[in-house]
């Protein structure tokens, strides 16, 4: 009885904090840049998963050559520069300022846009699904190989964006009255309900969309591990082979990004942090700071804004690549830019 006595741990909690959240990054290609600012949840919240806008703020990306522009807020909390606006220029640093509704104000530290290396092939491997980890599922495993640049410090970022077609059926979205079900098709369907049956009355603009799929953690890189500036078979990513994915094809598409040593530090602890979700002998990583701070107060703030050279490759991925026939989509009943990170709008690059 004695042995399994316990003392008690008091853990004094400080008090939650709505900690501001900043996501952004300018590249050497032509905008728009996209700059997120949030406001940080406690743990335990009921709907934790959603993101709480800081709407209203004014701002700012600038440059060490005075080039600035005033960013939009084109959604809640989500602000953007025009497409003709500032653009990142090697061997140019860049940072951005903010100042809330209620007057405070943050800014990150500058950060240089390095030279960048290019993409010069990316494979791929179909995988079965074993039901375990994160990616349980059938699908493809993306490699990609690079290049550095000769006598430079290559820190460098494999990005991966992988955008697929869908097709959605909101004709088939119903309703109950009383005791019966009856057809309640949204507007965009090009279906209305007349007597209680489906009529086409004009064509469909929210049935094809193209959504965009992201790493799920950073691939990141260093020289040290390479031989004369090349990166050989670097993981990039994880795309699951269903009948949504591969109802048409899929685009893959790698950027290579060149990083400074502290941003190639917060990705090194964001993809340690990553690694360590799915082990239970999680090694210490490290808080995730960023390079933003307070000015004129002490408040913390989260995230990091970031400029880097950029270089992309894509390849397709057809439904004849998977090992066995892919069923078609029939059982998505609402427009089919309802889902995260889609559009109605076909990109350029799909053929």
Known sequence: MLGACVDPANIDVPPFEYQLVVDGFITTEPGPYTVKIYRSRPLGSADLDRLVPEKFAKVWIKDDAGNEELLTEVDNGVYQTSPDGIQGVTGRSYHVEITTNKGKR???????????????AINYEFVPGDGTGINGGDG???FADAIGVPDVEDLVRLRMVATYKIETFPERRTKR????VVPDPFPCSGYI?????LVKVDECTCCYCWVNLFDEK????????TTNDIFRDQEVGFISANRRTFYDKVNVEIQEL???????QFWKLVKAQKDGMSNIFQPPSGKLKGNLKAIGSDEEVLGIFWAAGINRKSIFIYPNDVPYIMQRIDTVSVPCQYGQNSTNQQPSFWQ
């Open 218 to 225: 950073p691939s990141i890189t260093d020289e040290k591990f």
């Open 140 to 142: 493809f495993r993306i």
């Open 258 to 264: 060149s990083l400074t040593p502290s941003t190639f």
């Open 193 to 197: 309900n007349q007597d209680n049956r």
């Open 106 to 120: 943050f800014e990150s530290e500058p950060d240089l846009i390095k030279p960048v290396g290019e993409v010069t």
């Open 177 to 180: 009255i009383g005791e019966n």
